[in-house]
Every structure is written in C-alpha cells, then in structure tokens.
C-alpha cells in the first residue's frame, strides 16, 4: 500500500514551452502533497505544499507563477513548470502524506527527470 | 532552509561490514527520519524516530537520536551490495509536516 506515481518519469522539452507533472496517490487519499526539486547529487529541496482545495503554500524564493500547482482531487496533485528554461532542468519529487493512519510518513513519488533544451 | 547535515559525504564499505552514518541539525524537532534513495529514484522510508524517542531498531537498521546535541546516526549491520544508495535525513518540527532534508551520504557497500 501507500503507492505514489508521477507521470511522465522523464520529459525533454524546448526552451519556452510548458511542462505539467502529475503526482498520484493509488491507493489512498492525500489532501497533503509535497513537491520537491533535487539537482544532481544534491538533496532535496520542498517547494512547495500542495493542499486539495486550496491553494498551494510556496517556500521562500519558489515563483508560484513560475510553478503552478493544482491539487483538485484528494488522489492528484500537479506541478506545471511554465516557459521552461534551461536552469529548470532538475529532478521534481513529489510525496504525499496519508490522510488517516501513516503518521507523519511521507510516500515519495519515483521523480520526474526535466531537461530544458 | 536545509538544516540538516550528513557525515560522511561519501562512504565506501565491504559488503558485510557496518555503516555508519551521522545527521546534524540545528533547530528543534518534532521528529527525524531517514530516507533512501536509489541513483536517479524516489525515496523510500527506512525509520522515524521521535524527538523524545533515543533509539529505535528495524531489521539491520539501528537509529539513535541525541536531542541535546541535535544529532542523530543511522547504522546498517551486516552491509549488503543492495544496500548502495544515497541516504538523507529528514526532520520536521512540531506541528509542521514539512521535511527538512540533509545533503545525504552516499554509501558504495563494494561486494
């Protein structure tokens, strides 16, 4: 149990396009899910909380307009890397926390690999 | 802001020794947990040990929590090759389900 998928794993794409990555609980409801961006042998670094219902919570110096995050359902939750650039190319994590029981565990989605042409 | 610090960066073992791996962090928690990590995967959950918690086993993992030193080991016994990964440290504090990660080690367990 407690699966996280993300769709696409791996995405190349040409400088000024946009990119959505979606992040899914399978087999249990998520009202709190997490995005994250880790660079090459780097940790990973929250960008922001994504709340079904409401709007995201953005850490400091994340551009919210930059990285749009739509959680609409209590199982999806999605991050769109507007007019991509180079310098977005990274690997995006999400997580997601289970609703009822699981704790403050966290289950981490595979990651998607984004290369910015 | 990252507030956790793993030692060592990089460690390379022979397959059946131990590894040992240290996370340091610098405000108060709630709880701290380890994480592994497979080249270019996901993570995946080892253990979570609570602040007023001072050790906890799972299996060949043992984790220690020392509050007042804000510090906290993660020891593998009994390496195995599969055992090869990056392993990152991760806190949250009090009231709050954001994690905070380490830089993580990277562990080569060498057959």
């Known amino acids: 149990g407690a699966v996280v998928s993300q769709h696409p794993s791996r995405v190349i794409c040409k400088s000024g396009t946009s990119v959505k990555i979606e992040c899914r609980s399978l087999d249990f409801q998520a009202t709190t899910m997490f995005w994250y961006r880790q660079f090459p042998k780097k940790s990973l670094m929250l960008m922001a909380t994504?709340?079904?219902?409401?709007?995201?919570?953005?850490e400091q110096g994340v551009e919210k307009d930059k990285f749009l995050i739509n959680h609409a359902s209590l199982t999806l939750s999605t991050l769109t890397v507007t007019s991509a650039h180079p310098e977005d190319s990274s690997f995006y994590i999400c997580?997601?926390?289970?609703?009822?029981?699981?704790?403050?565990?966290?289950?981490f989605g595979p990651g998607t690999r984004l290369l910015v042409l | 802001s990252q507030q956790g610090e793993e030692d060592p960066q990089a460690l390379s073992i022979q397959e059946g020794e131990n590894a040992t791996m240290n996370c340091s962090y610098k405000t108060s928690i709630n709880n701290l947990q380890w994480y592994r990590q497979n080249s270019g995967r996901g993570l995946v959950h080892l253990i979570l040990i609570r602040s007023n918690e001072r050790e906890k086993h799972s299996g060949r993992l043992r984790v220690t929590l020392d509050t007042s030193k804000k510090s906290s080991s993660l020891l593998i016994t009994a390496s195995r090759a599969a055992d090869t990964a990056s392993y990152f440290c991760?806190?949250?504090?009090?009231?709050?389900?954001?994690?905070?990660f380490g830089k993580g080690t990277k562990l080569s367990v060498i057959p």
């Open positions: 991760a806190t949250s504090g009090a009231g709050s389900y954001q994690l905070t």
């Open positions: 997580s997601a926390k289970l609703d009822r029981g699981g704790g403050e565990t966290q289950y």
């Open positions: 994504s709340n079904e219902g409401s709007k995201a919570t953005y």
